[in-house]
């Protein structure tokens, strides 16, 4: 994946200019740690690297290597589909599912029933998916 | 460095990583379509945060009413957009993570180094801004400012990466790369279909909440945190009076409106006082930081002429205080656009009925183009500054 490197002009200002943003981020957390109690932000922080590239991605890699091969061939492409925009839709909706943000002295807050909103969305999506596949099956060689 | 050995194990090893996905293409478009998503919600941001906490010089006017509901409400929504764009991106690079030897150069140093806020940095910012408007707050720091210092550091290291990425980029987006994005692997999908469902999965989360700020939608909205036709009265609530702690204060018969500061004549007003003054009515948003907005009928007396009233001549700013006793909101300031614009109101009606206590009963400040945490509730005190 490597490719021809950026002029180096354009690369140093970019570098230059984004380590100073990078600073003054730094220096407001520090400077508002009142409010942004940094010891705890920065377990947030690292700790999204950390879940993401070592928790979330391998277990996508996991879920490809293990799910998506044993799938036969015409489907495989639409189920691959179906399954990265069904994750996609499920981690987004998380917080909702699980109604941390429901309070009893305010019904507007999280007022759907956001468990038969996500069936029938992913029912709209696995739908795609099946006719996809049923074409695909069609005209297999 | 080039000598050192590559190791043979895991994620090291040579070809772990077999997909055709992993493409310098398919980065390069996802990445030119996260740093316009980044860009936007980066901007919205700040002018969000300004409006709230202006610095010298930055007066945010009063007109068009509805430009905050469309700043802020695009803020949250390309941020919903960004997740299946990050989570694609982020998964078609992830074999760089583990490139050998590590290090190549020393421009390279400085461009993997920029790699850790930015991955932390965008991770962070679309967590906590979900988990924000699920209303979840997991952590220990104050939302609005935890959010606010990572997306300086996050948009420095996306300056940094693009600037080390520009010319690959570039050659990506035009060089000829034919039949490249069709190429699949063992009948799985092609980097055209990679993109396709990561858009689609966009799409897909933008038509089930965007009606939360686009009533038009609001029927699909089924994933979205709020309605804009549930609450009381027909729109959502916030804040609301039993957390505000003014179930009493609010009711209390004795309740005065106190209008003070640098007046001529100082006004201390009952609720019936308030009721024989001018009415006027006003087709006003509320725009919530969270991306909700509704459209609401307001009816109340003018700001601007309960100013009048007080002696006071030529714009000023004034402070709106509520009758809440703390709280980060209890307080907001009409810069003088503001104070002076004839559709700001203390409102004592909306869409044709009384307030209702959640909705600031008895008077509640109501004025185009404002943040909703800044359309103060159970008003009780206006300062001339």
């Not at chain 2, 400012?145 to 300086?152: T, V």
Request: hydrophobic share 45%; with cysteine; proline share 8%.
């Amino acid at each position: 994946m490597n490719g021809p490197r950026s002029s180096r002009r354009v690369f140093w200002i970019c570098a230059v200019l984004g380590w100073l943003l990078i600073a003054y981020g730094v220096w407001g957390l520090f400077d508002n740690d009142t409010q942004t109690h940094p010891e705890q932000w920065i377990r947030w922080f690292v700790g999204s690297l950390v879940i993401h590239d070592f928790v979330i991605a391998p277990l996508t890699f996991a879920v490809g290597a293990l799910l998506v091969a044993r799938i036969p061939r015409p489907f495989r492409a639409p189920f691959q589909a179906g399954l990265i925009s069904s994750a996609v839709i499920v981690l987004t909706t998380w917080p909702l599912l699980r109604g941390h943000g429901l309070r009893s002295d305010n019904p507007s807050a999280l007022p759907n029933d956001y468990l038969t909103g996500l069936v029938m969305v992913l029912f709209a999506v696995w739908s795609v998916v099946a006719a996809v596949a049923l074409r695909a099956w069609k005209r297999r060689p | 460095m080039k000598s050192m050995p590559r190791p043979r194990r895991g994620p090291l090893k040579d070809g772990a990583f077999t997909s055709p996905l992993h493409s310098p293409r398919t980065a390069a478009l996802l990445g030119i379509a996260l740093g316009i998503t980044f860009t936007i919600c980066f901007l919205t941001g700040v002018l969000s945060h300004f409006i709230q906490q202006p610095p010298s010089g930055f007066t945010w006017p009063s007109r068009p009413a509805g430009l905050y509901r469309v700043t802020q409400g695009l803020h949250v929504a390309t941020g919903i957009i960004a997740i299946p764009l990050l989570l694609g991106k982020l998964w078609t690079v992830y074999p760089r993570l583990w490139q050998w030897p590590p290090i190549e150069s020393p421009t390279h140093l400085v461009e993997r180094v920029s790699l850790a806020p930015l991955v932390a940095g965008s991770v962070f910012l679309l967590f906590t801004g979900i988990a924000n408007i699920s209303l979840w707050y997991p952590w220990r720091f104050f939302f609005p400012a935890g959010h606010y210092w990572a997306s300086w550091i996050t948009i420095g290291a996306l300056i940094v990466h693009v600037g080390a990425k520009a010319t690959i980029v570039r050659t990506e987006l035009w060089g000829r790369d034919p039949a490249g994005l069709e190429v699949t692997l063992n009948g799985g999908l092609s980097r055209r279909g990679f993109i396709g469902v990561i858009a689609a999965t966009a799409g897909i989360l933008t038509l089930t909440t965007i009606g939360q700020t686009f009533s038009p939608l609001n029927r699909l909205a089924v994933l979205a945190p709020r309605r804009p036709d549930v609450g009381p009265q027909g729109f959502p609530v916030n804040k609301s009076a039993v957390s505000a702690n003014v179930l009493e204060s609010a009711r209390d018969p004795d309740y005065r409106l106190r209008v003070t500061g640098r007046v001529e004549r100082q006004l201390d007003l009952s609720l019936d006082e308030l009721r024989v003054l001018q009415q006027h009515r006003a087709t006003l948003p509320i725009s919530c930081v969270e991306g909700w907005s509704a459209t609401v009928d307001w009816e109340g007396i003018r700001v601007r002429q309960l100013l009048d009233l007080a002696g006071i001549a030529r714009p000023h700013s004034v402070r709106v205080e509520s009758l809440q006793s703390d709280g980060l909101y209890r307080v907001s300031v009409l810069n003088p656009i503001h104070a002076d614009d004839p559709d700001t109101l203390l409102a004592l009606r909306c869409n044709g009925e009384a307030l209702h206590i959640d909705h600031g009963f008895p008077l509640r400040l109501i004025g185009p183009n404002r943040p909703g945490v800044m359309q103060t509730k159970w008003v009780s005190e206006l300062t001339v500054l």
